[in-house]
């Protein structure tokens, strides 16, 4: 008998984040869950709570214990180990368990507010044997009426009247007269909306799998048969067919009644990646992400939850789909900085993927052609097991990569945008009826002052990290230790007084193409061209059909598309994302050169790829002109080493936020004096400093870098700043703990 409950409250004050006993009503003793939504009365307001626990007493006062209200959702929200992670996710990131629930679950559903949709559908109204009779005695005297009943018995598909009609090619008064002699009835159900995804019928045609392909699935597959957990990293180049391994996991899992979950870093710039899903599985496949609508999102979850479908596709969030008996979790892509939440729970999916199936049971696949460094380095240790595609699909060549020195450019009297060869290499890309992609490597920020003589950026001296150019003071200034500089006027390196801000956006390039290139078909495709629902979808369709000569874009193209007919990949500056203040500067810029590089010398057609740069000397850059990967790795595990980087030390960032800068400062300064009493749990504190984002939504940012090593070092010291720092500042400043964090 369950007489009380333990519910969380969702009140958003950090103080609160202890369960509270209710007293169960008779009439949902039976009925109330763990993960149950409910209504219960807080001080003097209604507001919504989540059952998570029973118990058969109660400390509190017995007639102070309060009865919740009513049980909001019919579905449990989560189960128990949905729970035991959820806990672990506010422990490990050090927030709320509440705002662990709300950004797991969508809205929709935990309000129950989303309306239902429900459908009229005409089905048969005798059965089969029956209906065998009446085809025959119809076949002279009504075909059309016949056609419509054959059509029923072959198809079990909700429509209605003028949509039957329409699938039989006849009037909808031919539907009618059936309804009228009483062979057709008017049923009724819920139906789902499905979020809009082009679809291709599905098909059953799998290619054979290459002999690298087979034994990475052998593998796996000796997991998924002996219900046995583990983890995997799936490093297979460009072109490998690491979406086959994927494929044919998952169809075992199936064929053994288990779902999967696959994660994709960003679902509206992998339309195809769904396309090719919906293909093998059709129905079985639900799509989460957050541009759904809140009905689609809601219909989509509880298809999850009913096991209507299987295997959830979807962004970050789509690691807590209810997937039923989930026993896979892919990765895809799984470097890519977008599965990490930007804000409050700052959770990682790769993280929180590997503690579901620690919890739950199952096998964990991470696949990418450039994994992250931290997830090499655990596959190294053995946390991971390595396994590896080497070869592109018909044995196709990687591309050659030519680098291109823009100072020797400039020396040569060439001001363009556009070296000689990456000209050149479109005009003959253009002449032969081929493709071009032309990649330009940009983020917001990246204001850094470079010289174009000789390539030098300015630096810090401390952090190895560029100093970033402040505009109101005209200085430069480190992100990471707040070392400041004047902005030189000639060249530190070379004397030059070349050296100037950089930054050039797409739009720019686009216009400089179509000067260059009068009669080719130019596209753009960033974020304000792919505004509108489908528009990625549209501008990726018509580079396959060949309709787009050449397509400028940013990081968006640089994504797992596959089409045969690109010759030539330009990259415009590989500058760009090297000198962004960030420790991982160079492990990103080596992973989107390598991206890039792999769109093309795909199909039949021999690729080309020309990387413009500024540091042709830089080892990222070298490293992804040879494919290399294992030569990248190997530099940059020795550089995090030697400076205490991940996975040298976990990390935490401390952003102080308020609308007051001094404010701000003031608090960012007596944080670091309270922290200092604790120096020896922590390897190194940098900063105060500016934030990269020094002013969000007008509010002034500071921040403060901890490298710790060991967890518990680091649990310690949050929960100290957590209990005796925190509660003795000024409630308008705020204060953000980042745990991992992955942009800086
Ligand atoms: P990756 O994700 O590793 O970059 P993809 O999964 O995009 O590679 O595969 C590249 C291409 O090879 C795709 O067009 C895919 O359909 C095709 N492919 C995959 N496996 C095979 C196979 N065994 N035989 C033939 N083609 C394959
Ligand atoms: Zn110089
Ligand atoms: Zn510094």
Known sequence: MTDYVKIIVDIPLSHLDNSYDYRVPKKYKDIIKIGHAVKVRFGNRMVVGFVIGFSNTTDLDKDRVRDIS????????FNEEMLELFKWMASYYKCLLVKVIKSAI???VITGKVKKKRVRFLSLNQNQEETDRIINELRKKAPKQKEILEFLLANDEYLSTSQLAERVSTSAGTVSRLIKKGYLKYEEKISRRRPYFKKSSPGSSKPELTKEQQEVINKILVNIKGNKTDSYLLH?????????VYLRIIEEGLSRGKGAIVLVPEISLTP????????????????LHSNLSLGERYDEWRRLYYGEALIAIGARSAVFAPVKNCGLIIIDEEHETSYKQGENPYYHAREVALKRVKLSGGVVILGSATPSLESYYYAQEGKFKYLALTERINAEEMPPVSIIDMREELRNGNTSIFSTSLKKAINNSLLKKEQVLIFLNRRGYANFILCRECGHVIKCKNCDISLTYHESENSLRCHYCDFTSIVPRNCPACGSVFIKKFGIGTERIEEELKKEFTGAVIERMDVDTTTRKGSHYEILERIEKGETDILVGTQMIAKGHDYPNISVVGVITADNILNLPDFRSGERTFQLLTQVAGRTGRGSKNGEVIIQTYTPEHYSIIAASKHDYLQFYNQEINSRKKLFYPPFSQLVNIIIQGYQEQGVVKAAEQLNVFLKDYQQY???????SPAPINKLRNRYRWQIILKIQGWAK??????ETRSKFLPEQDKEIGFIIDVDPIKM
Do not use: C, H, W
């Open 714 to 719: 680091r649990n310690f010291i949050l929960a």
């Open 236 to 244: 297979g180049v460009t072109g490998s067919g690491k979406t086959e």
């Open 106 to 108: 969508p809205t929709g």
């Open 70 to 77: 009513s049980i909001i959702t019919k579905e449990e929200l």
């Open 682 to 688: 922590i390897k190194e504190i940098l900063g105060p």
């Open 272 to 287: 195809m990646m769904v396309r090719i899903f919906y293909q093998r599985f059709g129905d079985k496949i639900a799509v």
